[in-house]
């Protein structure tokens, strides 16, 4: 597989010194704040930046540390710059991913009877333990056509929403993390998933800030209305710690835990 294949630059920048300006730019950074962190003469980030000078490899991931560029963009600096990419993505069923794999498995299985679920970058469900689809009893089939979006399920009308019992508190919290994954990451991808949720209707009357019960001003839980009653769950984000695979560093496992012993209680009976 292309290591950077699926990535949202190709097209749109094409030498080097584009994806630095790109880069730093979103990062806020002056020339000179990037030049002093990166121990770059402000001169040479200047030549490269235009175009003037080329990078060397050493550069190249100096200048990516430093702006904190996500692995798959820093295959796309380093081919921009002339050099190999650095970092391979493979699929999860890649026998070099075996260990992983299978502490993912370990991580979702383990977590029973609680919803588990593995995502990638654009919060599309790679996998999930045997209690995720007991809860998505009658949601609409095209919603669960793989790869199923866990925003878009969770968001759509025809999804999940009808049945958030705080809609408008899960929804800003859910925005708020996309948001601030799209400021970190700079991914087209997410920005568009980004407009198309805020494209559906809102139902009037929502509780976006008024937050209420024991989890107050500590974590917003996700109240889920089933057809055995009102579950109430609060939500854990687990990565992984050092990769070096881009498959890998754009995983997160969603882990969701019962918020009271109600919840608890019809988790045991529901599995």
């Not at 025809?158 to 799209?182: E, K, M, S, T, Y």
């Not at 889920?224 to 939500?235: A, N, Y």
């Not at 050092?242 to 918020?259: C, K, R, S």
């Amino acid at each position: 597989m292309n290591p950077t294949q699926g990535t949202y630059t190709d097209a749109k920048r094409t030498h080097f010194g584009e994806h630095l300006r790109h880069w730093r730019q979103h990062r806020r950074l002056s020339q000179l704040e990037l030049s002093a962190q990166a121990d770059i003469s402000t001169r040479h980030l200047s030549f490269v930046e235009t175009g003037r000078s080329l990078p060397s490899r050493e550069v190249v991931l100096r200048l990516s540390d430093r702006l904190e560029i996500p692995l798959r963009e820093r295959n796309a600096m380093l081919m921009a710059a002339g050099y190999a990419p650095m970092y391979r993505e493979r699929t999860l069923d890649d026998p070099a991913l075996a260990a992983a794999r299978q502490a993912i498995d370990l991580v979702l299985a383990s977590h029973a009877p609680s919803p588990a679920l593995a995502v990638d970058r654009h919060w599309n469900m790679v996998a999930h333990n045997r209690v995720v689809p007991l809860l998505l009893a009658d949601i609409d089939s095209s919603l669960l056509a793989p790869p199923v979006n866990v925003l878009r399920l969770s968001l759509h009308p025809n999804g999940l929403a009808p049945r958030i019992a705080n809609l408008g508190q899960w929804r800003a919290h859910l925005f708020d993390r996309l948001r601030q994954q799209v400021r970190a990451s700079g991914d087209a991808g997410l920005a568009a998933l980004c407009d198309e949720l805020l494209a559906y209707p809102v139902p009037p009357g929502l509780d976006d800030l008024q937050l209420a019960g024991e989890l107050a001003g500590m974590v917003v839980p996700l109240r889920l209305k089933t057809s055995l009653g009102v579950m109430s769950f609060i939500s854990t984000t687990t990565i992984f710690g050092t990769p070096v695979d881009v498959t890998l560093q754009e995983l997160a496992i969603e882990t969701l835990f019962a918020a009271d012993e109600a919840t608890a209680a019809l988790l045991r009976g529901l599995a």
